[in-house]
């Protein structure tokens, strides 16, 4: 599969983004998806994964009450919509697909098979 990140761009604290991650395929409600981000010096981090029925949802702490990931598998797209953005948000945001057997959440980047290109989302203060 296929992943294509849009959506990042420049924003002031406080405000939102909507990311979006478009996959090829006709196969995508069978896999699992997440959006991690890497910060420079950091390592990437899990932000949100969504299991791949779309009913259950893991978030890192940090963004909780923030940010919510939804998926539309008629439209093959996962999305990440960010609210109250800091500037410790800023980052790199990747999408990936793990090909699911089982109902689950897949929250270690290792487990994921394929990432989209990346996207940059920047915050300013």
């Known amino acids: 599969v296929q992943l294509q990140a849009s959506g990042g761009g420049l924003v002031q604290a406080g405000g939102s983004l909507s990311l979006s991650c478009a996959a090829s395929?006709?196969?995508?409600?069978?896999?699992?998806m997440g959006w991690f981000r890497q910060a420079p010096g950091k390592e990437r981090e899990l932000v949100a994964a969504?299991?791949?029925?779309?009913?259950?949802?893991r978030y890192v702490d940090s963004v909780k009450g923030r940010v919510t990931i939804s998926r539309g598998n008629a439209e093959n797209t996962v999305y990440l919509q960010m609210n109250s953005l800091k500037p410790e948000d800023t980052a790199v945001y990747y999408c990936?697909?793990?090909?699911?057997?089982?109902?689950?959440?897949?929250?270690?980047?290792?487990?994921?098979?394929?990432w989209g290109q990346g996207t940059l989302v920047t915050v300013s203060s």
């Open positions: 990936a697909a793990r090909r699911s057997f089982v109902d689950s959440v897949t929250i270690r980047a290792t487990d994921y098979d394929y």
């Open positions: 395929g006709r196969t995508f409600g069978s896999y699992d």
């Open positions: 969504i299991n791949r029925s779309g009913g259950r949802t």
